[in-house]
C-alpha cells in the first residue's frame, strides 16, 4: 500500500543527484576577467588574437588562470583585480597601438569560477542580474527627428528615380523641415507626378501649392506612416545594440524600450563604463559606390574618396571611389552568406523596391566597370568588396571578394543589423557595483535561510516527525530550485529571490494539507498505513487545483509583465512545478522508506498527540 517500486526510489534518487550536480556551481562565485572581441567586422578574433595575447602576458609577466576562445571572442581569467588591471592595459596597449582606430574591444568582466569539470559536463551558474551582480544601467534617448529626416531623405531619392522613369522632368527636389518640396515648371507635370508619387509610396500626404513661377508639391507623412517610422526606429537601435553588446560577453543583457522614444540597456556584470559606453555609441553602415578607374590608373585623389581595401595576403592598396553615393545601408533588407557560381564563399543580399530601381539603372548604365562596398565604422570606410558589373541586376545580387565562409556569416549578420537609424544619447547612467550586488545577495540568503529555518522549526514541532519529513522534500524543492533556473540559465533578481521565499511557503502549504488529511483519516478510524495512503490520494486534487490557479496568474505576470516583473514571474512558475513534484513525491517517498516496509503500525508520529 506504502511502497514505491525501486525504479522509482532510484529516480528520485538520480533526480536529486542531478539537482546537487546543477547546484554546485553557484557556490563557486566569479572571477576577474579581461573580454577581448573584435571592433571591426573586417577583424577577426582567432588563433592568431589568443598567441598575440598569450605572448603580451607573458611579456608583462602575468599568468592568466584560464584562457576561453569562443564566437564572442576571448576571454582571459585572473586570480584577482590587481592582476586583471594590469592585464588589460598590457593587452590593449599590444592589440591597438593606434588607440583612435582600435582593431579589438579590450573590457573588463566577470567569469564563472567553477571548476572544468562541471563546465564539462554543462553545469553553469545563474545568470544574475544588475542588482545582484553589479553592472551598468543606461537609459538611451532616440532621437526621433533625425529619424524622420533619415526616412524624408530616402523618400526624397525614391521620388526622384521614380520621376526619372516616368519622364517627368521636375526643378528640384529639397527637404525642408519636416517636408518634401518638389519644385515643377507647369501644373500638367505636377498633376501627373502626384499620381504617380501617390500610387507609388501610398505612406506619403501629398498637397499642391504654387510658388511664384513654380508649381509645388509637397510632401509629408501620413500620421500612420510617421508612427510606424518612429516604430521601426526604436526596433532597428534596438537590434544593433543587442548585436554590439554581444561584443561585451554580457549574459542576459537587458535591452528593451522604455515609453515611445526611450531604450534601457541594462549590463550585468560588466565593470567598464567607458568601454560600454564607447561601444553602444559605434556607428556602422554599408555604401555602394562606382570605383572611379581613371583615378585609380592614374593615381590622382581629386574629387574622388580613398578607401584602404585589405587583402587575404595582409597587404593594404587604396581605392578612389566617386563620391556619389548609390545604395546606402538602410536600403539593405536581408542578406546571408552563401556561394557563387564558382562555389567561392560570397554573400547574398536584397535591397528594397527603391534600393532596387537604383541598383538596377547603375549596373545597366556601367556594365565591365568597379563596383565597391564599403563598411564604415567610427567615421573610418574600409573597402570589404571590390567587384567588376559582369551585368545588369536589381534588388537581388551578391557580394564577393575576399571572404571566408565565417567572414561572409560575418558580413551578412552586419548588414542585417544595419546601423543605428537614429542618433541616441545617453540621459541617464548608473553603475551598481560589484560590492553592492554582493551586499543584495547576502540579504536575499540570509532572508531565505532564515525563513527556511523558521519553517523547519515550526513544522519539527508541531507534526514531530512528519513534520521533519516535511522540512526535507523542502529542502529537495529549493535543490530542484535552483537547479532548474542555473540549467535554464534564467537570470536572478532580487525579485527572483523573493520569489524563492514565497515559494517555500506555498510549497510548504501542500505538506500541511497532506499532514492534517492524514490526521482527520485517523480519527475517522482507519489504519495508519490506510491513512497515509489516503491522506496523499485524497489531498492531491487539493494540491493540484490551488497551484494550478496560482500557475495562471504566474504565468499571466510573465505574458504581460516586464523587467523584474518577468523576473519575479519565471522563479515563481517553476517554483510551482518544483513544489508539486517535491511535497507529493518526494514527501510520499520518504514516509513510504519509513512506514511503507512495516507490517503493523501501532502509531504515527505526525503532531503533539500520537494517533492510534
Known amino acids: 500500500m506504502n511502497r514505491y517500486p525501486a525504479w522509482r526510489y532510484a529516480l528520485i534518487a538520480f533526480a536529486i543527484a542531478a539537482a546537487l550536480l546543477y547546484t554546485l556551481p553557484n557556490f563557486f562565485g566569479e572571477s576577474p576577467a579581461v573580454q577581448v572581441s573584435s571592433a571591426k567586422a573586417t577583424v577577426k578574433a582567432d588563433a592568431a588574437l589568443l598567441g598575440r595575447v598569450e605572448t603580451a602576458l607573458k611579456a608583462g609577466g602575468l599568468q592568466a588562470t584560464g584562457i576561453v576562445l569562443d564566437a564572442n571572442g576571448l576571454r582571459a581569467r585572473f586570480a584577482d583585480t590587481d ?68 526616412r524624408l531623405e530616402a523618400y526624397g531619392g525614391e521620388i526622384r528615380s521614380l520621376l526619372r522613369d516616368k519622364d517627368l522632368r521636375h526643378a528640384g527636389i529639397a527637404r525642408e523641415g519636416s517636408t518634401l518640396r518638389i519644385r515643377f515648371r507647369d501644373a500638367a507635370t505636377r498633376d501627373k507626378a502626384s499620381q504617380a508619387v501617390a500610387a507609388q509610396i501610398p505612406s506619403l500626404d501629398l498637397a499642391r501649392r504654387d510658388d511664384g513661377q513654380d508649381q509645388l508639391l509637397v510632401a509629408t507623412l501620413k500620421p500612420a506612416a510617421l508612427k510606424s517610422e518612429q516604430e521601426l526606429a526604436i526596433k532597428q537601435n534596438i537590434t544593433t545594440l543587442n548585436r554590439r553588446v554581444n561584443q561585451l560577453g554580457v549574459a542576459e543583457p537587458v535591452i528593451q524600450q522604455q515609453g515611445a522614444d526611450r531604450i534601457v540597456v541594462q549590463l550585468p556584470g560588466v565593470q567598464d563604463t567607458a568601454k560600454a559606453k564607447e561601444i553602444l555609441g559605434r556607428t556602422a553602415t554599408l555604401e555602394v559606390r562606382l570605383v572611379d578607374e581613371e583615378a585609380m590608373r592614374s593615381g590622382s585623389s581629386f574629387n574622388v574618396d580613398i578607401f584602404p581595401e585589405r587583402k587575404r595576403d595582409g597587404s593594404v592598396s587604396n581605392v578612389p571611389v566617386k ?26 543580399v536584397e535591397l528594397n523596391e527603391a534600393g532596387g530601381r537604383i541598383m538596377r539603372q547603375a549596373t545597366r548604365e556601367n556594365l565591365h566597370k568597379l563596383m565597391a562596398i564599403i563598411l564604415i565604422e567610427k567615421g573610418k570606410g574600409e573597402a570589404i568588396s571590390v567587384a567588376t558589373i559582369q551585368g545588369e541586376f536589381g534588388a537581388r545580387f551578391q557580394i564577393t571578394g575576399s571572404f571566408t565562409p565565417n567572414e561572409t556569416n560575418d558580413l551578412s549578420l552586419l548588414i542585417r543589423a544595419g546601423s543605428l537609424a537614429a542618433p541616441m544619447e545617453i540621459i541617464e547612467e548608473r553603475t551598481v557595483g560589484p560590492s553592492l550586488g554582493k551586499e543584495n545577495i547576502e540579504k536575499g540568503f540570509n532572508a531565505t535561510k532564515w525563513g527556511f529555518i523558521v519553517i523547519v522549526l515550526f513544522m519539527s514541532a508541531y507534526y514531530t516527525l512528519f513534520g521533519m519529513f516535511s522540512s526535507v522534500a523542502l529542502g529537495v524543492n529549493l535543490l530542484f530550485l535552483v537547479a532548474l533556473l542555473s540549467l535554464l540559465q534564467a537570470t536572478l533578481t532580487l525579485p527572483g529571490i523573493a520569489a524563492i521565499a514565497l515559494t517555500l511557503g506555498m510549497a510548504i502549504d501542500a505538506n500541511v494539507l497532506i499532514n492534517e488529511r492524514i490526521r482527520e483519516e485517523i480519527r475517522a478510524g482507519q489504519s495508519p498505513q490506510a491513512a497515509i495512503s489516503a491522506g496523499y490520494e485524497r489531498a492531491w486534487g487539493t494540491i493540484l487545483d490551488s497551484n494550478v490557479t496560482t500557475l495562471i496568474a504566474g504565468l499571466a505576470l510573465l505574458i504581460f509583465g516586464s523587467g523584474p516583473v518577468r523576473g519575479f514571474a519565471v522563479v515563481h512558475c517553476l517554483g510551482i512545478l518544483t513544489s508539486i513534484v517535491s511535497s507529493v513525491v518526494v514527501s510520499r ?24
Open 83 to 150: 592582476a586583471q588591471l594590469k592585464a588589460r592595459d598590457l593587452i590593449e596597449k599590444n592589440l591597438n597601438p593606434d588607440h583612435d582606430n582600435p582593431s579589438y574591444v579590450v573590457a573588463l568582466n566577470l567569469l564563472s569560477a567553477s571548476p572544468g569539470w562541471l563546465t564539462a559536463v554543462h553545469a553553469l551558474p545563474m545568470y544574475l542580474g544588475l542588482d545582484l551582480r553589479g553592472g551598468v544601467h543606461f537609459l538611451l534617448q532616440v532621437d526621433m527627428q533625425a529619424a524622420l529626416v533619415k
Open 323 to 348: 563620391k556619389q553615393l548609390l545604395v546606402t545601408g538602410d536600403q539593405f533588407v536581408g542578406a546571408q552568406g552563401t556561394f557563387d557560381q564558382d562555389q567561392r564563399p560570397a554573400v547574398s
Open 589 to 612: 517517498a520518504i514516509v513510504n522508506l519509513a512506514y511503507g516496509h512495516r507490517r503493523r503500525v501501532a502509531k504515527l508520529a505526525i503532531g503533539n498527540t500520537a494517533w492510534k
